[in-house]
């Protein structure tokens, strides 16, 4: 199995479930890694074998942006789902990432979904 990644794509989103968070955009991080076979696309080398990088972040861009999610954990599963839907990946691993402002720290949640070939 090839994994394909796009790592640490920062989107603006609005996310939170305190009344505040509803005013404001914070940064959501992602990083996807997807089951893609790439030996059509290197042994041709041509973008219409392959998995689109570009495409795969503008998706997650436009599902974040569309979203208005309240937790980071459906903002990952909708953006897994439509991954799934919308590009051919049988399997994917995502990650999100938000740091807390004023918390010192960052909250992740972590999915896999899809079939992983074995």
């Known amino acids: ?3 394909v990644s796009v ?3 920062g989107v603006e989103a609005v996310i939170g479930a305190h ?3 509803r005013d404001i955009t914070q940064t959501l991080v992602f990083t996807v890694e997807m089951a893609a076979d790439v030996r059509s696309a290197a042994r041709h080398d041509d973008l219409a074998d392959a998995l ?3 495409a795969v972040a503008q998706t997650i861009a436009a599902v974040v942006r569309e ?3 309240r937790l980071i954990e459906t903002a990952a599963e909708r953006v897994a789902e439509r991954l799934l839907a919308d590009h051919p ?3 994917l691993r995502l990650e999100v990432r938000k740091p807390i402002t004023g ?3 960052t909250a992740a949640v972590t999915i896999e979904r899809g079939v992983q070939a074995g």
């Open 103 to 105: 918390g010192g720290y």
């Open 52 to 54: 689109d990088y570009s």
């Open 67 to 69: 979203g208005r999610f």
């Open 19 to 21: 009344g505040w968070e």
């Open 1 to 3: 199995m090839d994994l």
């Open 89 to 91: 990946v049988a399997w």
């Open 7 to 9: 790592r640490d794509l």
